[in-house]
């Protein structure tokens, strides 16, 4: 079993920035895929960015591409979200996600680990 355990959420004005961490402990792969998704209140949880095993090849949801940025630290099993030029509809609770393989992957039923989330309210 993978436990994952994000940090980082909190409460930033509207243009600010916030870096969230993803911590894995426990079952390790040879290769594994993480992601981040992100649930508003009354609605369905989105994709919001993933990484490949590598850290060369990354994926984002439209509505953060050039605001968020993904990186990994396999050394360290961490997997970081650095959030630039925060909007108020960012608010949302976000997930880490990890799943085998080495490729990324950007629905959320393709992953079998998720983490329990951490608050981003952006104000206004």
């Known amino acids: 079993q993978v436990q994952l355990l994000e940090s980082g959420g909190g409460l930033v004005q509207s243009g600010g920035s916030l870096t969230l961490s993803c911590a894995a402990s426990g079952r390790t792969f040879s290769t594994y895929a993480k992601g981040w998704f992100r649930q508003a209140p009354g609605k369905e949880r989105e994709f919001v960015a993933a990484?490949?095993?590598?850290?060369?090849?990354?994926s984002y949801a439209d509505s953060v591409k050039g605001r968020f940025t993904i990186s990994r630290d396999n050394a360290k099993n961490t997997v970081a979200l650095q959030m630039n030029s925060l909007k108020p509809e960012d608010t949302a609770v976000y997930y880490c996600a990890a799943r085998s393989g080495a490729a990324y992957y950007t629905r959320s039923n393709d992953y079998n680990y998720w983490g329990q989330g951490t608050q981003v309210t952006v104000s206004s």
């Open positions: 990484i490949s095993w590598s850290g060369i090849s990354t």
